[in-house]
């Protein structure tokens, strides 16, 4: 069943009024002007806001709506959108305006065949942005679709800078030293610490209560509904299992042997999927193995969660795992998830990004000389193998250096406020 164009002149002179009077925290996002984008992450990442972002740097640059088409397909009236709908958005939009538009597709991942519609576009010359919730949409077969005509840009949680921002706190030059604002950061932080950096979560008091919601509707429709799991227990299971070993490499046998010992069946075949539909719905990161083989990365990996807030629905005693889970996303996002490892080998390091020669332990207290010893000695050693690298330490909010290694307090790594020198 089509949709009619009345309805969708409806829903782009709408989403024209929310565009318009929505409050942006602007990103560290450069748009190449003559750029298409696939712009992909989990649900409420903040990919809309970036379309709404781009909408008014093009509006400053002089377009107007009748220059714009922006959809979204979360819209309640789009639910029988099928593809042979996509043209009738542009004639919708000549019908209106008489003008060849910018496309902004929002959320589009539902709509059978969208990956051709937007190449088709884009053969025609249009400027096409596209925002989804899966990460099948950059799967090979989407990447021969588009044919290299799409930057694909992966949208986090907001890092501590841009969560800053969103809370209008604003750091003077050398705030770290100003015991007024180093205390307002570290306050943010704790917050940011255990309920994460979701845009949307920011605005609400019950911040718990908001991230389950969230967190039941990733699991519910874009994991268990969108792959059609029949059994959402063992799913469940699978992921609550991942959550409480999130610093641990995890085998699919094992996972399987979890889900198994808890009275449910599952094939190991069907845990590779199940890990998969997490992955794609980005509410996991998996990391892999620097040196293992090549069947040991495909199946001795860590999880950790997109965001802190919906790992912290899972855990009791949180702050070792969230200190490492922060680590992780933080590093994902400035280096590209698929450039990030971990390294298991005599002693197990945390992370190594190898094209950045860095190699970091995530702890979050070393106040005893067992956790000392424990997480200095793998650094110690690799960097005496590798010389030129840079090793660190990174604590909830401990400073020192020990054996030349470098100690420094998450808050002053986020913000990139440590001087490396002061650790010699």
Not at 321 to 345: I, P, T, W
């Amino acid at each position: 069943m089509s949709v009619s164009k009345d309805v969708l002149k409806q829903c782009i002179i709408n989403k024209q009024h929310e565009v318009d009077e929505a409050v942006i925290v602007y990103r560290q996002v450069e748009f190449e002007d003559n750029g298409n984008y696939v712009i992909v992450g989990v649900r409420h990442t903040g990919k809309s806001y970036l379309l709404y972002q781009r909408v008014k740097q093009l509006q400053a640059k002089g377009l107007g709506w009748d220059e714009m088409l922006f959809v979204d397909f979360e819209d309640e009236r789009l639910a029988e959108f099928q593809t042979e709908d996509f043209n009738s958005l542009l004639e919708a939009h000549l019908e209106l305006y008489g003008k060849k538009p910018v496309v902004f597709l929002d959320e589009v991942q539902n709509i059978d065949h969208w990956d051709k519609f937007v190449r088709r576009l884009a053969d025609a010359n249009y400027r096409v942005y596209v925002t989804g919730s899966n990460a099948k949409m950059l799967s090979k077969e989407v990447a021969t679709t588009l044919g290299g005509r799409f930057f694909i840009y992966d949208v986090y949680p907001y890092s501590l800078k841009e969560y800053l921002a969103a809370q209008q706190v604003e750091l003077s030059e050398h705030w770290e030293y100003d015991t007024i604002q180093r205390s307002e950061v570290k306050r943010h932080l704790n917050n940011y610490f255990y309920y994460g950096g979701l845009p949307e979560i920011l605005l609400f008091k019950n911040k718990r209560a908001m991230l389950s919601s969230l967190y039941q509707k990733i699991y519910l429709g874009d994991i268990c509904a969108r792959n059609s799991i029949k059994s959402d227990r063992v799913m469940s299971i699978l992921i609550k299992k991942m959550a409480e070993s999130v610093k641990q490499p995890l085998s699919f046998n094992r996972l399987k042997n979890v889900i198994v010992a808890t009275g449910s069946s599952i094939s190991a075949p069907t845990t590779v999927d199940y890990v998969g539909y997490a992955a794609d719905s980005w509410l996991i990161l998996p990391i892999e193995n620097e040196i293992g083989k090549l069947t040991e990365k495909e199946s001795q990996k860590k999880y950790y969660f997109i965001d802190n807030g919906l790992l912290n629905l899972f855990l009791i005693n949180p702050e070792t795992s969230l200190l490492e889970n922060m680590v992780a996303v933080e590093l994902c996002r400035r280096y590209g998830k698929d450039n990030v490892y971990f390294l298991n080998a005599e002693k197990e390091i945390d992370f190594v990004v190898p094209n950045e020669k860095l190699a970091i332990q995530a702890s979050y207290s070393i106040n005893d000389d067992a956790t000392k010893t424990r997480q200095i000695a793998p650094l110690v050693k690799y960097r005496k193998k590798h010389p030129d690298w840079q090793c660190l330490l990174i604590t909830y909010d401990e400073e020192d250096s020990l054996d030349d290694i470098p100690v420094v307090p998450v808050w002053k790594w986020l913000l990139k406020k440590f001087d490396i020198s002061r650790y010699s």
